[in-house]
């Protein structure tokens, strides 16, 4: 838990709720949150789903894990205290988002199930949608887009989730996407659906 260290601040509650935001959007806010070894297909699958949802005119945003070190979280490296704090904040600014009434995926290894379970407690239940896309880690290296397995083999990098550093697998998912037998516009359908179930949509 992080410790508080702002004093004297008082939360305001505004006019505007989250359902008034969610009524004039015609959808419900919620963060689905992509975790997986690097390679699985995470960002994949989390920009086709945002793409379907937008062809049916669905507010949608991807925060990636990529992208998200480019700028909030660029002080911040792979270490597990690192790799918490990154989670932490990520947590927040979905949090956030889905507030807005956003359907919001984010794409991170998120490797320790009790960081994922940060964004989960402060999301809710019926809003937050743990999905483990996952692959045999043969797949994972033989796609190795950016090259960093080879690098971490080779030990070039450290503490490399699936190769040096440990990935927990999701304990109690909402939804498995195995991108070994599904592709990316299945794997997306699959998200869809289950969204629709849960009357996200």
């Not at 070894?37 to 990529?66: C, F, I, R, W």
């Not at 927040?92 to 984010?106: Q, S």
């Not at 949608?129 to 994972?140: Q, R, S």
């Amino acid at each position: 838990m992080t410790k508080q260290k702002a004093t004297n601040v008082t939360w305001h509650e505004h006019t505007i709720t989250q359902e008034h935001r969610e009524q004039l959007l015609n959808q419900k806010g919620a963060v689905l949150w992509f975790t997986g070894l690097s390679g699985s297909g995470k960002s994949t699958v989390a920009n086709e789903v945002a793409y379907q949802l937008h062809q049916q005119g669905k507010l949608t945003y991807v925060l990636d894990g990529d992208n998200i070190r480019h700028g909030l979280n660029k002080n911040l490296g792979f270490s597990p205290e690192d790799r918490a704090e990154n989670i932490r904040r990520i947590s927040e600014v979905a949090n956030l988002f889905c507030d807005a009434g956003i359907i919001t995926m984010t794409a991170f290894i998120s490797p320790y199930q009790k960081d994922r379970n940060i964004c989960r407690q402060l999301v809710g239940e019926g809003r937050f949608f743990e999905i483990h896309v996952m692959a045999c880690l043969d797949t994972c290296e033989q796609r190795d887009p950016k090259g960093l397995y080879k690098k971490a083999r080779s030990g070039e990098i450290k503490e490399f989730t699936g190769i040096s550093a440990p990935y927990e697998v999701p304990d109690k998912p909402e939804l498995i996407i195995d991108t070994d037998k599904y592709n990316v516009e299945e794997s997306a359908q699959l998200v869809i659906q289950k969204l629709q179930e849960s009357k996200i949509l």
